[in-house]
């Protein structure tokens, strides 16, 4: 198996963006404690990244998408991890046979 | 092979490490088997762009970061555009940095050499499940909230689990086809809306979110690429810091 040099180099640069964008929050926390208000607001952050990066889905299928990506909330309210997987990727390909 | 022991509990450390990170190990589970279709189509989609499965897991292991991995196949060429790549995997990585900060507050107890390497090995799950616990644990008083026996459970097992499935993908390649396609891709979303649920707190903690889900679910209608994800965070932040400026009731 081969690896040429330039795919390396690429997948290098990749890895140094990464790393650095995992790096830079901690680094600038760092030992700082923070602010009452701060700390309100780091609260609240996680659920905002989260959010982000699944709200495509909510605009970007048909409606077999929308109602299965419905069914999922519902079950991640009451269900924990695993069942709620298995009731998301059952709805979704069952409502996309439709 | 031996894992960092919490620095702070030296005189039990080794049985409560062990236990940490056989916790850690099993939390991961879930999330190990949503891993597994999308590293089979990522290994695929490389292959069809010439990676050897060794070059996959190089990709998968060094950079191990799905969503930019995903975009860099898809604007791979040959030769690979350096500076496009990295930029790209920048932007849609900068998430990343907020997610960093959010940990720094669990990580400062541990020496830093240690929270550099468990800072290598933060994806988007691991992230997500060490610190959904951790703040589950401290609500319950448990101490301490985070150890890194825990973190390396869930981060080394949801790490190989990628570099071997993108890698077995790249092997068996284009007699693939697209799986995700059956549903697979709802695993995902599963996860999150979980993770949401846990760190629910009401309503009015909660407006944020929604402002960062609208503003991301527009942006990725309107503008090509990967912005959504950073406008979506920063501008649920924003708001959070506006309202954290009223009295709390």
């Known amino acids: ?98 | 092979m031996t894992f960092p022991i919490p620095t702070t509990s030296n005189d039990d450390a080794i049985p409560v490490g062990r236990t940490e990170f056989l916790r850690g190990v099993k939390k991961s589970i879930p999330m190990m088997i949503g891993f597994v279709p999308f590293g089979l189509v990522l290994g695929a989609q490389a292959s069809a762009k010439g990676f050897s499965p060794l070059e996959v897991s190089l990709l998968t292991g060094i950079n191990f970061a799905g969503g930019s991995e995903f975009a860099a196949i898809g604007l791979w060429t040959s030769p690979p555009h350096l500076l496009l790549l990295a930029g790209v995997t920048l932007l849609i990585n900068s998430r990343h940095i907020l997610m960093g900060a959010t940990l720094a507050p669990f990580l400062r107890r541990f020496p830093r050499s240690k929270a550099l390497i468990a800072l290598a090995l933060m994806c988007d799950e691991t992230w997500a499940l060490t610190l959904s616990d951790a703040r589950e644990r401290e609500k319950h008083g448990l101490f301490p909230s985070l150890t890194l026996p825990f973190y390396f459970g869930v981060a080394i097992c949801l790490w190989l689990t990628w570099i071997v499935s993108t890698a077995f993908g790249g092997l068996i390649g284009p007699a693939l086809g697209d799986i995700t396609r059956y549903g697979f891709d709802m695993a995902f979303p599963a996860v999150f809306l979980v993770l949401l649920r846990g760190m629910w707190t009401g309503m009015r903690a909660a407006r944020p979110w929604l402002v960062s889900g609208v503003v991301a679910a527009a942006v990725y209608l309107l503008v090509p690429g990967a912005w959504y994800v950073p406008a979506g965070a920063v501008s649920g932040v924003l708001a959070a810091w506006f309202w954290s400026a009223e009295t709390h009731t």
């Open chain 1, 1 to 98: 198996m081969s690896v040429h040099l330039t795919t390396f180099l690429a997948i290098l640069l990749m890895g140094v963006a990464t790393y650095s964008t995992r790096l830079i929050g901690y680094a600038l926390l760092g030992n700082r404690e923070l602010s009452p208000r701060a700390k309100r607001v780091m609260d609240a952050a996680p659920g905002c990244v989260l959010i982000s990066v699944i709200a495509p889905h909510f605009v970007s299928g048909g409606p077999a998408d929308l109602v299965a990506l419905i069914v999922t909330a519902v079950a991640a309210t009451r269900l924990s991890l695993l069942p709620t997987i298995l009731i998301g990727v059952a709805s979704a390909g069952l409502l996309r046979l439709l």
